[in-house]
Each structure stands twice: as C-alpha cells, then as structure tokens.
C-alpha cells in the first residue's frame, strides 16, 4: 500500500477545515457564535419523478466531508463541536432505495463530532445551549425552513470567500485524493492510447475512457471529457465527441475522474496513426517544451503571470524557428501576437473544483494575454496547480489577426497553411507547489517516443 492509500484509510479532516476557515475569519471580523451550511438538495428533473445527477456544494463538503444529498452542518466555533445532519429515514423511500446511513453509521465515516437528523435542526440550533450572537451562512443558500430568528446577528458575505481561499493550500489528505484521481485518470489515459490506432469514432474512446474511470473508482468525471479530433482540438472546451476518426491526423483528450469530489485535470495529444506528422510533431515539441521549462519554474512564491508569461516566450521561439511567425521575438510578445496560437491561461488551482476556488482572475484585464489567466499573483506551497499550455490553429481566432496589419506583419500565412491540419495540441499536467520546488501529479506517458511506443504495442 503506497502512502496515498495509507492516508486515504483515514477520515477526511473536516474539523481541521473548520479550524483552518476559522482561524482566516478572524483576520477579517470579530468571529464568534455558529457556522451554518447546507448541502446540495435532491433535484427532479423538470416533468419527471427522476432525480437529477447529484453534486454536492463543495464548500459544505470542504466542513463536513459528506457526499450525501440534503444534509446540514453546524460548527460551534467557541467549543470546535461539528455536527453533522443527515436525512431520516422515509419509508416510501426505503422501498425504492434501501435504507439510508444512519447517525452511527455515519459517525464511524465523517470526522464529526455529532450526527443529528435533520429534522432535529430547528431544535438543535434553538436549543439553550447553543450559542445566539452570530450564525455565519452562505448567501442564498439557507433554506427557508430552518429557522435562524434566534440568533442576534447573521453575516453571510465573508464565509464563502473564506472556505474559497482556504481551500487553495491542501493538506496531505486532499494531495492523497488529488493523487488517486490521478492515478485512475491515467489508467483511463492509456487504455485510450492503446485503443487509439483501431477506433472509427471519437464517441468510442469516450466510452474506453470512462468505462476505465468506473471500473477502478472514480465514479464521476471531473467535468465532460473532451475528445477531439483532428481541427476539432482547435476548440478549447469541444464536447460532441462524436467526429469519425478517418483521415484525422491527432486526437486531443482532455479527460479525467474524480475521487471522494476532488479532480483530476489531464490532457494528452497524440497521432491517431500512430505517428506523428513532420508538422504535429514541431509543434508537440513545442508544447512539451512549454510545459517542461514552465513547471521547473514552479515552488512557493513564484509568481504566476512570469510563468504563464514564459511560456508564451517559448511558443513564440518555437514558432519563429518553424516559420510560422516571423520577426523580432520581443516585438512579437509586446504586440501579443502569439495570443492567436495560445489564447487561454497556463492553468488553475485545482481541488473540489476543476478550475478551483482562490486565483483571483481578472477577465477584464484589457491585456489580451492575461484576460483568460485563471490564477494571477504568487503559488503558495501547498497549492496544486494545472501546468497545460496549448498551441491551436483556430481560423476563428487566427484569420482576424491575419487581417490586421499589426498583426499579419509577424505571420507567415504560406507556411501557416500546412499547419491547420494539427488542429491542437494541449499537454496537461497536475503539479504541486513545494517549498523549494514541485511534485508532478500525473503520471500518464507525454514523451512523444513513449506516446508512440504505447499507441503501437511497445
């Protein structure tokens, strides 16, 4: 058993958050009394008796750890006493569903100090012994049957923010989640290399990829695959997955599960003949590259928008030494030429969210290579953060810069021509920020030799 497992083994420290949101509040206001969440409702479909997909709010996860639908949390912030509500049983429920967790059975799972039904709510926060100066709640999300008339004063602008920002440094247990998420995406990852060479459908390797994810734990998806093919992976965020593979040059998979609610975010490009093309291959080269010199750039205190900022140096120096852009390197960068090739950010924080909470963009930054920069300011140890730079030939994006003479001055359109076959290329990775350094996260093959080497049965 490796150490993730072994820390996996235990529970899921939801009093240590409760602390740790504490201890920030108290750098804001004069913090005392009562922390109130409530947990993501059962929903119906609309004209249906069939519940929608269930996701749980994370920020009630991050304080109780708990996944189940229609449950509550209180933390008594003077006595550090969390209590966790769960649903009672329903009889006509239990014909359809089986029964529910009980109170006991949940005390042995969640790091909690109590388990209440939630029925008891209004009579467990009522109660004397309850402390009545200040619940702390998340704006909009009370319902309207739990009765808050007792307490003298209700704040419900800071906690949110709160949970948010301190869910950007993990500890060792959300590193172990974050861990296997990436462990069973890799897995995933390569099943789809191996099945590439023989498919005629993109849908096909959707289904490989999650089947994979199913079978070895990860239930859910992080967030929709994408699996795009040839021109397709000029689209950032494709998802109709369903293009016929034929005369396609590469396959673009940005893909992964999640594991107990936190995320894996992985991206792999790779020839769908098994081989890349002379012009796929510059630019996976420069892109590999991108992302190789840009994570050796990452420990604490780094600051993100120099990263990001190299990494369009890079593309830029690859670009020029293939052609496609020509010119002065420096009058190129300044012009934000290459913002046509790599229009989106570096990457984001990664935990109970995809794209997680705490990096602070700007999407009004009128700097167009900045705008779409998801994290701005400096890594903290203890964050994860996305390494995935991207070159894409998107006529959307590049033909407008081809007509604009301050921009068409630096791109050789002739040469550009035989590139917008590649479609994209995307390379991502999951990195933790050290003290003095980085661990990478993610252990699927990118080297273009193993990439290869594992699509033809090496």
């Known amino acids: ?30 913090v005392h009394g009562v922390i109130y969440l409530e947990g993501q409702k059962t929903h119906m479909f609309e004209d249906s008796d069939e519940a929608m997909p269930f996701r749980q709010r994370r920020n009630f996860y991050y304080l109780s750890g708990c996944d189940l639908p229609d449950s509550y949390l ?20 239990v014909i359809w569903s089986g029964l529910p967790l009980s109170p006991a059975e949940a005390r042995k799972i969640y790091n909690v100090d109590d388990v209440r039904l939630t029925s008891e709510v209004n009579a467990f926060i009522e109660s004397q012994s309850f402390p009545k100066d200040c619940i702390w709640t998340i704006q909009d999300q009370v319902s309207s049957s739990t009765n808050l008339s007792t307490f003298t004063h209700r704040n419900s602008s800071l906690l949110k923010s709160a949970i948010e920002e301190c869910r950007v440094v993990k500890d060792a247990y959300e590193i172990a989640l974050i861990r296997k998420a990436n462990s069973i995406s890799t897995i995933a990852h390569t099943a789809v290399l191996r099945a590439a060479k023989h498919a005629k459908n993109e849908r096909e390797l959707a289904a490989i990829f999650l089947e994979r994810c199913l079978a070895n734990g990860a239930t859910d998806q992080a967030y929709p695959p994408i699996v795009a093919s040839g021109t397709n992976a000029a689209t950032l965020h494709y998802v109709k997955n369903n293009t016929a593979l034929w005369g396609q040059a590469n396959l673009l998979l940005d893909a992964a599960g999640q594991y107990s609610c936190y995320a894996a975010d992985i991206t792999r490009t790779f020839p769908l003949g098994g081989s890349f093309t002379h012009e796929s291959r510059q630019i996976y080269d420069i892109v590999l590259r991108m992302q190789t010199e840009c994570t050796g750039m990452l420990k604490a205190g780094v600051l993100w928008d120099d990263v990001h900022a190299r990494a369009h140096e890079i593309a830029i120096e690859g670009l020029l030494n293939i052609g496609i852009l020509k010119g002065n390197k420096v009058d190129i960068f300044n012009a934000r030429t290459s913002v046509a090739f790599f229009p989106h950010g570096l990457g984001h924080y990664l935990g109970l969210d995809t794209h997680d909470t705490g990096g602070h963009a700007n999407y009004d930054d009128a700097d167009s290579m900045y705008r779409y920069l ?52 995307r390379i991502e990775d999951n990195v933790l920020v050290m003290e003095e350094g980085w661990e990478n996260l993610t252990t699927a093959v990118k080297e273009r030799t193993e990439v290869e080497n594992v699509m033809n049965g090496a």
């Open 1 to 30: 058993m490796d150490e993730a497992e072994k820390i996996l083994k235990g529970k899921y420290p939801a009093k240590a958050h409760a602390v740790k949101v504490v201890d920030y509040l108290k750098k804001k206001s004069n």
């Open 74 to 93: 209180a933390y008594n912030i003077e006595t550090t006493h969390l209590t966790l509500f769960i649903p009672p049983i329903d009889p006509d429920d």
């Open 374 to 425: 998801r994290v701005r300011g400096h890594l903290p140890a203890g964050s994860v953060i996305t390494v995935e730079p991207g070159i894409y030939f998107c006529r959307f994006i590049i033909e407008p810069y081809l007509k604009d003479p301050k921009q068409s001055q630096y791109i050789d359109e002739g040469v550009l021509f035989d590139y917008w076959q590649v479609g994209g290329v």
